[in-house]
């Protein structure tokens, strides 16, 4: 080359290099005043654990048993009034709870052929009969299946009290299943469908005894 001309070598490594600048910012693009901030990673937010789900609507509940008792100016009312006095501790709702106790008791005892369970339930009388109706139902090869599914009523009927000695009669509405079956387990009597049965039951008890226990002395169907 001449020492006056401008090098060649050069001319064509400024051309190279200015084809690189200008690749290089076709590619990665040039940075503005309005280009928009760069994003950072944000996690997906984790999905609300479910709460209780509540039902728009009511459960059905079984309404509460009634339990009454006579007007206080009523025979059987002053009669109970009576007792209370003889007896502080004798009080006509509590009786009537423990009555329904009672009559479940002696309903499954009976169908169940459990004496035991009846004879500190039951007066001497009447322990015999239901005695005498086991028996003969064991003989003949029936049985006998009782449930309460409810007793939606309970009313005391009538009240006496001869010296210290309580009568007190109760009706008892009740829901029941009540079916006897023979040897081969036919059905003759009653139905395993449920039944509204009414009774009325008398109990008696010696309100100057220390014995707390209400004993039945009737039963029958009202």
Do not use: C
Not at 111 to 121: F, I, P, Q, S, Y
Not at 168 to 197: C, H, M, N, Y
């Amino acid at each position: 080359m001449g020492g006056s001309g401008f090098p060649i070598d050069l001319i064509l490594f400024g051309m190279i290099a200015a084809f690189l600048v200008l690749r290089l910012r076709s590619i990665l693009g040039r940075r503005t005043g309005y280009e928009r901030p760069p994003q950072t990673f944000q996690p997906p937010a984790e999905p609300a654990a479910a709460g209780p789900v509540i039902q728009g609507h009511a459960e059905p509940q079984a309404p509460a048993p009634t339990r009454a008792g006579p007007d206080p100016a009523s025979a059987a009312g002053q009669a109970l009034a009576r007792m209370k006095a003889l007896d502080a501790q004798f009080d006509p709702h509590l009786f009537l709870s423990g009555a329904e106790k009672a009559f479940t008791m002696i309903v499954s005892a009976f169908a169940a052929g459990d004496r035991a369970t009846l004879r500190g339930l039951l007066s001497e009388d009447t322990f015999r009969a239901f005695d005498q109706a086991i028996t003969a139902r064991e003989t003949a090869g029936q049985t006998q299946r009782s449930e309460i599914r409810a007793i939606p009523a309970t009313s005391i009927e009538t009240a006496q009290l001869n010296g210290s000695v309580a009568h007190i009669a109760v009706k008892f509405v009740s829901d029941q299943v009540s079916l006897t079956t023979d040897r081969d387990g036919k059905p003759i009597a009653g139905t395993d469908a449920v039944t509204e049965i009414t009774d009325l039951w008398t109990f008696e008890r010696d309100l100057a005894s220390r014995d707390p226990t209400w004993r039945l002395v009737e039963a029958r169907n009202a």
